[in-house]
T-cell receptor, first 111, second 113 residues
Framework: DQQVKQNSPSLSVQEGRISILNCDYTNSMFDYFLWYKKYPAEGPTFLISISSIKDKNEDGRFTVFLNKSAKHLSLHIVPSQPGDSAVYFCAASVTGNQFYFGTGTSLTVIP | EAGVVQSPRYKIIEKKQPVAFWCNPISGHNTLYWYRQNLGQGPELLIRYENEEAVDDSQLPKDRFSAERLKGVDSTLKIQPAELGDSAVYLC???????????FGQGTRLTVV
């Protein structure tokens, strides 16, 4: 049973515009969430995280929003750059326990 | 600072043969994870170590998979015998503390033919 879902397998965005990647989860006990970015033939790279005590965390061009009531989080990338083209995974955990990953969204930023 | 190092990067074996993967985590990281990632899927946890103790191996197929982390540093993951369905990317990751953000190695792509 998939506890973390990324329902959009792919997303294309024009350079300079906003990219919004979405993630839903089913386990209301999850309290820590991360986004990873993965280039081909490389391992996932940590991007940004958010704890359930917050509803927003920002790091440069990347912002993660958490809506606990909807069990939904999203990653915003503004402005999008061609180098952002990669597969993005969201992951969730109950603090101190294993992370459950979504199936990923492949982002293509068109120059 | 060196990242998580895995070897080999690629491995092709015939079914029923054994295979082993090696992982060297980031220095000082006590938590080590082995994940398996199938095509089009996210990573799925196989086993998690805190130092040399396996604290979560509930998803490790113990009939054919084994892992060890002697001295709480390097780790090996073994499959014996391998099956066609074991073809996947095997990822090792480490974190400073339990549940902290994990840093991944480049992975080992296993193909069983």
């Amino acid at each position: 049973d998939q506890q973390v879902k990324q329902n959009s397998p792919s997303l294309s965005v024009q350079e300079g515009r906003i990219s919004i990647l979405n993630c839903d989860y089913t386990n209301s006990m999850f309290d820590y969430f991360l986004w990873y970015k993965k280039y081909p033939a490389e391992g996932p790279t940590f991007l940004i995280s958010i704890s359930s005590i917050k509803d927003k965390n920002e790091d440069g061009r990347f912002t993660v929003f958490l809506n606990k009531s909807a069990k939904h989080l999203s990653l915003h990338i503004v402005p999008s750059q061609p180098g952002d083209s990669a597969v993005y995974f969201c992951a969730a955990s109950v603090t101190g326990n294993q992370f459950y990953f979504g199936t990923g969204t492949s982002l293509t930023v068109i120059p | 600072e060196a990242g998580v190092v895995q070897s080999p990067r690629y491995k092709i074996i015939e079914k029923k043969q054994p295979v082993a993967f090696w992982c060297n985590p980031i220095s000082g990281h006590n938590t080590l994870y082995w994940y398996r990632q199938n095509l089009g899927q996210g990573p799925e946890l196989l086993i998690r170590y805190e130092n040399e103790e396996a604290v979560d191996d509930s998803q490790l197929p113990k009939d054919r998979f084994s892992a060890e982390r002697l001295k709480g540093v390097d780790s090996t993951l073994k499959i014996q015998p391998a099956e066609l369905g074991d073809s996947a990317v095997y990822l090792c990751a480490s974190s400073f503390s339990p549940g902290g953000e994990a840093f991944f190695g480049q992975g080992t792509r296993l193909t069983v033919v």
